[in-house]
């Protein structure tokens, strides 16, 4: 099957959808995904979308300076200034199309209840409870269907993008229902996968998040920038003895706003450690509150800390973190009561496709938008709250830039008609995504150094030997994309000899600015 539209949009959580509603007011858009529509990790965002709309007590200043601050050299200026002027047009935008945030008591904060995070030295989180992910993507997927402006295919995952002379005019895909391979042809392609945090054993991601999106783009010459950067959230749920046998599942996040509300982290023998770390405490960066947690626990021979919500009153964390509150209640815990036990999992990708602040590639008619994308707007360092604002500003800019690609009907292609099936069984898959899991976060996690990251490598490789064969059907391209992003992650992990923001160098542990204050990129030399 052979499909022609103006615009292709590869993914369909916040960076997608909000291509998709720019794309369509005046082009046809066909928008692939890899599951059901809400699988991504938007879905999933708790803490909030980081915006400056108080414009009493803060400033879109105040937000760029954090941002760079948080960002530890490596920020693009230029794109933050989008990010944070853009930000708060396209925020309104979403509260004008139904998106509704918390409303603070009195009138302060513009009428919105904004919550603090680590880094941000003003309250501007706006939020829905803590499932305001949920939220923004109900609000951007309702208006897309509503309208039925763009034609959705589910469980068609993108496998490889289509390059002819030079230029990016399709992907192909594999429906998942019929197993065919299907051919989108189009104007320009946005890829919008999302992360890739699922090549680590202990990760916040949805399944999805296996870097399909910068496996391929890489493999059809695309540019990749900043992969050594890798976000470990400080609070992941530690699971329980009885959940231990879904281990390959995402782990259950605890907000940052809850620490924002007063949440304190204890060690092991019950004391209070963030003093010894940073001045800004249990409110410090998240790579310093994560390695500060990693070192508590190897310290203490435990496999977590505790997150005491003490100092928060019962009813206010009730009605503020409802889904934290009954999920952790599901599964055991009375957060007013009990210390709830965490650890750092692996939860965002600073680093990906290389764009412009278009979203444009360095392939033509190829876009990339979202954690996919990395156009220096977190640089070393996310601040926390700025990746949904990154999806919906910049899912917006690369929208607007791929209708402006001329017509590509004129370039002719052909089809085969094939519908692969995998070579190897589900539980072969499985067990290589657990060694490429186990040997990246080991070897490559919260703390490298170059002998952890030849040892990863040299896993990964024998891993990698286990697909020498003709690979065309999604289920193993996937784990191929994991093998993939790992190599590439540590090989910029090796080069960078240096610590700095997320990426921390056991044997080199200071930061050097003479000669590391650069963005590493890589391309796929065929
Ligand atoms: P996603 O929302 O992940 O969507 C990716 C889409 O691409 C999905 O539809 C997926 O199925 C699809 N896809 C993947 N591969 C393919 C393929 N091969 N073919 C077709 N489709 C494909 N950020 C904040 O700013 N605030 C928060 O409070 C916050 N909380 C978070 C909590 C959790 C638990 C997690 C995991 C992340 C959180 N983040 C937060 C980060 C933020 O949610 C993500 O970075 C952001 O949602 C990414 O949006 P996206 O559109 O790029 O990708
Ligand atoms: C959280 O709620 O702690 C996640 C926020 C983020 O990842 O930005």
Excluded at 192 to 209: D, R, V
Excluded at 285 to 312: C, K, W
Aim: charged share 25%; proline share 3%.
């Amino acid at each position: 099957m052979v499909k022609h539209c103006d615009i292709i949009i590869v993914g369909g959580g916040i960076a997608g959808l909000r291509a998709a509603l720019t794309a369509s007011k005046s082009a046809k858009v066909i928008l692939l995904l890899k599951g059901k529509i809400g699988e991504g990790a938007t879905e999933k965002a708790q803490g909030g979308i980081a915006a400056a709309i108080d414009s009493i007590k803060d400033s879109t200043q105040y937000h760029l300076e954090d941002t760079l601050e948080a960002g530890a050299g490596l920020c693009n200026e230029e794109a933050v200034k989008i990010l944070v002027n853009e930000g708060v047009a396209r925020v309104k935008e979403l509260i004008e199309m139904g998106a509704r945030f918390d409303k603070a008591e009195t009138e302060a904060g513009g009428g919105f209840a904004l919550a603090l995070e680590g880094a941000h030295k003003r309250r501007r989180i706006l939020h829905a409870g803590d499932a305001t992910g949920l939220e923004i993507e109900k609000t951007l997927g309702n208006n897309l269907i509503k309208e039925g402006l763009a034609e959705i295919h589910e469980e068609t995952p993108g496998i490889d993008l289509i390059i002819k002379d030079s230029r990016c005019i399709g992907i192909n895909a594999q429906n998942l229902k019929t197993g065919e391979i299907e051919t989108y042809l189009a104007n320009a392609v946005i890829l919008a996968t999302g992360g890739l945090c699922q090549i680590f054993l202990y990760t916040t991601n949805p399944l999805s998040a296996t870097g399909d999106g910068v496996a391929m783009a890489y493999r059809a010459g695309a540019e990749v920038t900043d992969m050594e950067f890798v976000q470990f959230h400080p609070t992941a749920l530690v699971q329980f003895k009885e959940f231990e046998d879904i281990i390959a599942l995402p782990q259950f996040l605890i907000s940052e706003a809850v620490r924002g509300e007063g949440g304190i982290l204890l060690n092991k023998l019950g004391e209070r450690f963030m003093e010894k770390y940073h001045s800004k405490l249990e409110l410090a960066p998240r790579d310093v509150v994560s390695r500060a947690i990693f070192t508590e626990m190897q310290s203490t021979g435990s496999d977590h800390v505790y997150l005491s919500l003490q100092n928060i009153e019962p009813e206010n964390i009730k009605k503020r973190f409802p889904v934290i509150y009954k999920t952790c209640l599901e599964r055991g815990l009375d957060i007013t009561k009990d210390n709830i036990p965490v650890a750092p999992a692996a939860h965002y990708a600073m680093g990906g496709i290389k764009t412009d602040v278009k979203g444009q590639t360095n392939i033509s008619g190829l876009f990339a938008a979202g954690e996919c994308a990395s156009l220096g707007v977190h640089g070393a360092n996310r601040l926390a709250s700025n990746s949904l604002l990154d999806g919906l500003v910049f899912g917006q800019r690369s929208a607007l830039a791929a209708k402006k690609m001329p017509s590509s009907q004129t370039i002719e292609f052909d089809q085969e008609k094939t519908s692969p099936t995998p070579h190897l069984k589900e539980v072969e898959l499985q067990r290589l995504k657990l060694i490429i899991k186990s040997a990246i976060w080991k070897g490559a996690g919260i703390i490298r150094s170059k002998n952890s990251l030849i040892e990863a490598l040299r896993k990964i490789e024998i891993a990698e030997k286990q697909l020498n064969f003709m690979i065309s059907a999604f289920k193993e391209i996937e784990v191929m994309n994991m093998l993939t992003v790992s190599k590439l992650i540590i090989q910029a992990a090796l080069d960078r000899q240096e610590s700095r923001g997320a990426h921390y160098r056991s044997d080199f542990p200071e930061k050097d600015d003479v000669i590391w204050k650069k963005n590493l990129v890589y391309k796929n030399t065929p």
